[in-house]
């Protein structure tokens, strides 16, 4: 079955370290999206793409980086990992850009 | 850009009662809304969506209602049950921008 995978599912950092998570989809989705959800403040946006070589900022794209050579994959890069970015981050696909979107299981983050 | 509101922030009823979800957004060219169920350690699942053409969608005891000249648009859950405990987040969008989410709704279910 088709699937959206992230990992890992808990990370450990200490501050100023460079991380990356990964997100993997088997849909065939153009569409890919990252979110970091915090007690209060929802699913807020990151970084997202329409498809390969494409990439966007979304709301909190502060400190966070992504990229986009194949249509599978769109890992989320902190250069310099602030306690600030501990969060529950979810990558999501969809095959429309409007169109419903499925998540992954989540990466729990933890900055010391 | 688009800006979603959703009240309440926790929401607590009986067993068999209805709960009611509501949410507004700012941008009248939204015409995408989405409602999404997340479970306690769980990823948001979506559970119903409903397009600008159509002011009420139905499945099963759940519907969502539109309303685009208020700019808002309602879950409702009928004869609830303790599965039906969870964090509910509406969302919206328009053309090819991404969803904006609100902040989410905590339901209890009272056995």
């Known amino acids: 079955d088709a699937e959206i995978t992230q990992s890992p599912r808990h990370k450990i950092t200490e501050t100023g370290r460079q991380v990356t998570l990964a997100c993997h989809q088997t849909w065939n989705h153009n569409n890919m999206f990252w979110y970091r959800q915090d007690l209060g403040h929802g699913l807020r946006l990151i970084h997202y793409s329409y498809g390969v070589q494409d990439t966007n900022k979304g709301e909190v794209s502060d400190g966070y980086s992504v990229s986009r050579s194949n249509t599978e994959d769109l890992p989320l890069t902190l250069e310099s990992a602030a306690s600030s970015q501990t969060s529950v981050y979810f990558c999501?696909?969809?095959?429309?850009?409007?169109?419903?979107?499925?998540f992954g299981n989540g990466t729990r983050l933890t900055v010391t | 850009g688009e800006n979603v509101e959703q009240h309440p922030s926790t929401l607590s009823v009986q067993e068999g009662d209805s709960a009611v979800i509501k949410c507004t957004y700012s941008?009248?060219?939204?015409?995408?809304f989405p409602w999404y169920k997340q479970e306690l350690g769980k990823r948001p699942q979506l559970i119903i969506d409903?397009?600008?053409?159509?002011g009420e969608k139905k499945d099963q005891r759940i519907a969502v209602t539109l309303n685009k000249t208020a700019k808002h648009f309602s879950l409702h859950i009928t004869e609830t049950q303790p599965e039906d405990s969870a964090v509910y987040f509406c969302?919206?969008?328009?053309?090819?921008?991404?969803?904006?989410f609100g902040k989410g709704t905590r339901l209890s279910v009272i056995a």
């Open positions: 941008d009248s060219a939204s015409n995408y």
């Open positions: 999501a696909s969809s095959e429309s850009i409007t169109g419903r979107k499925l």
């Open positions: 969302a919206a969008s328009m053309g090819n921008t991404p969803l904006v």
């Open positions: 409903i397009r600008s053409n159509v």
